[in-house]
């Protein structure tokens, strides 16, 4: 018995070392730019005014009217196929820093929070004096500094790593 159990975690392992790999590291090939922080100018397309100072009230105006561009049936619901649509589209636009919606809660369907929910967490982020707006200080800071242009070098978001999400975020979320 125990022979037949050895067997078979062998035959096992050795299938599962045998899979070929579709994607290999290629050291001589383009890195792919994975700045999120230049995901922060992006924010500027809600500023409903444009002042240069996005308020969370227009990032919030501004989400509701995209989601309701893709909610064509109004039920606050995007199914798999619009959300595969939807990531593909952000994948050819923003490359490396696109923001794949997330079926968080699994069931099936996209409503606004989760649609909203990176933005929205973004936006807390950065909004480092808790204001509710996010002024051209704050979203420059969160834009990478080349070396000796000011801020902390290779961190381009003016040291303020490591914040949490705080409330008043997506309700229910």
């Given at each position: 018995m125990r022979k037949i159990v050895l067997l078979l975690a062998a035959a096992a392992l050795a299938?599962?070392?045998?899979?070929?790999r579709e994607h290999h590291w290629n050291p001589n090939a383009t890195p792919r730019d994975e700045?999120?922080?230049?995901?922060?100018?992006?924010?500027?397309r809600y500023d409903g005014n444009h002042d240069g100072t996005l308020t969370r009230a227009e990032l919030l105006a501004g989400l509701h009217a995209e989601f309701?561009?893709?909610?064509?049936?109004?039920t606050n619901c995007l199914g798999p196929d619009q959300v595969r649509a939807i990531?593909?589209?952000?994948?050819?636009?923003?490359?490396?820093?696109?923001?794949?919606?997330v079926d968080w809660n699994q069931d099936g369907c996209i409503d606004f929070n989760e649609f909203s929910g990176n933005t929205l967490s973004l936006f807390d982020t950065l909004d480092t004096n808790s204001d509710g707006q996010l002024t051209p200080k704050e979203l420059?800071?969160?834009t990478p500094h080349a070396p000796g242009q000011g801020g902390q070098p290779g961190t381009g978001s003016g040291g303020h790593h490591g914040r949490g999400r705080r409330g008043g975020g997506v309700p229910g979320g």
């Amino acid at each position: 018995m125990r022979k037949i159990v050895l067997l078979l975690a062998a035959a096992a392992l050795a299938a599962c070392t045998s899979t070929p790999r579709e994607h290999h590291w290629n050291p001589n090939a383009t890195p792919r730019d994975e700045n999120w922080h230049s995901q922060a100018s992006s924010l500027l397309r809600y500023d409903g005014n444009h002042d240069g100072t996005l308020t969370r009230a227009e990032l919030l105006a501004g989400l509701h009217a995209e989601f309701n561009t893709y909610d064509v049936n109004r039920t606050n619901c995007l199914g798999p196929d619009q959300v595969r649509a939807i990531n593909e589209m952000r994948v050819q636009q923003d490359a490396s820093q696109a923001t794949p919606l997330v079926d968080w809660n699994q069931d099936g369907c996209i409503d606004f929070n989760e649609f909203s929910g990176n933005t929205l967490s973004l936006f807390d982020t950065l909004d480092t004096n808790s204001d509710g707006q996010l002024t051209p200080k704050e979203l420059n800071a969160a834009t990478p500094h080349a070396p000796g242009q000011g801020g902390q070098p290779g961190t381009g978001s003016g040291g303020h790593h490591g914040r949490g999400r705080r409330g008043g975020g997506v309700p229910g979320g």
